[in-house]
């Protein structure tokens, strides 16, 4: 009790502050460029993020798989703008993309989700950005493409893009998303989908069909990334606070 009530009233708001987060944020972003320099990378399809590089796209990338993708996007210089949430996690991200050249839209799918839509509708149509937004984020449900990217390109005619990647030699850290950290002097694959367009008149049924195939394209590539290197298959429809009850129900059952 004493441990969650420090976290809860001291830790989280420190580590919430600004001057704190930029304290953090500078070195983490000077790894992932060490991380990504010694690796030995191939991108598949390539082209799709030459000819996308000023054009509206909506690139959708895992919430797990988000550490290579920052700093593909930056060495092939796309104008992007990240959906983040506001909350300190996000705020934290937000910093990170700034490093590796990207701006920020905050909001998520329960906070500010119209605003979100209004700002990405209104970049997407202006032009010379895209959108990066992790279907799945801030907190779940895992692998599952939530409304915001169909809206997106519903709305604009700009086409999805769905972004993953593997590695031979992974941290993967014990979170909802099995939050995929790629360790130096790694093999890693990083593959770019074709573009997927939503028609603008699509209605509610097929609405949901489109969503549903989508979302199977984006998991089928990252399983058959994640094949290619052998590793454990990540859960899908794993929550935030499902995966802390699991943790404090697993803690409780050691006693």
Not at 124 to 148: E, F, N, T, Y
Not at 202 to 208: A, D, G, H, S, V
Request: net charge positive; with cysteine.
């Amino acid at each position: 009790m004493a441990r969650s009530k420090l976290r809860k009233y001291i830790l989280d708001p420190f580590l919430g502050l600004d001057i704190v987060q930029w304290i953090f944020v500078i070195p983490v972003s000077l790894i992932m460029w060490l991380v990504f320099a010694t690796c030995c990378t191939h991108v598949r399809n390539k082209d799709v993020l030459k000819e996308y590089r000023k054009k509206p796209a909506v690139f959708v990338i895992w919430h797990g798989r988000s550490m290579i993708p920052s700093a593909i996007m930056a060495w092939y210089r796309i104008r992007s703008y990240v959906v983040t949430s506001s909350h300190k996690d996000g705020r934290f991200m937000a910093k990170i993309q700034h490093m590796f050249g990207g701006r920020a839209i905050f909001g998520s799918s329960s906070h500010g989700a119209i605003s979100v839509l209004r700002e990405g509708v209104r970049i997407l149509r202006k032009g010379g950005h895209c959108l990066v937004i992790s279907p799945d984020g801030p907190s779940g449900p895992s692998l599952r493409l939530q409304d915001g990217a169909m809206f997106f390109a519903k709305m604009t005619g700009a086409p999805i893009i769905p972004v993953c990647f593997s590695a031979s030699r992974p941290w993967i850290q014990n979170r909802w998303d099995r939050y995929f950290v790629v360790m130096p002097f790694s093999k890693v694959v990083i593959d770019v989908g074709d573009p997927i367009y939503v028609k603008s008149e699509i209605k509610t049924p097929e609405f949901e069909k489109e969503r549903q195939e989508i979302e199977n394209i984006c998991v089928k590539q990252l399983r058959d990334l994640d094949k290619m290197f052998n590793l454990m298959q990540v859960e899908q429809d794993m929550t935030a606070s499902e995966f802390k009850k699991k943790m404090r129900e697993a803690k409780k059952g050691k006693k």
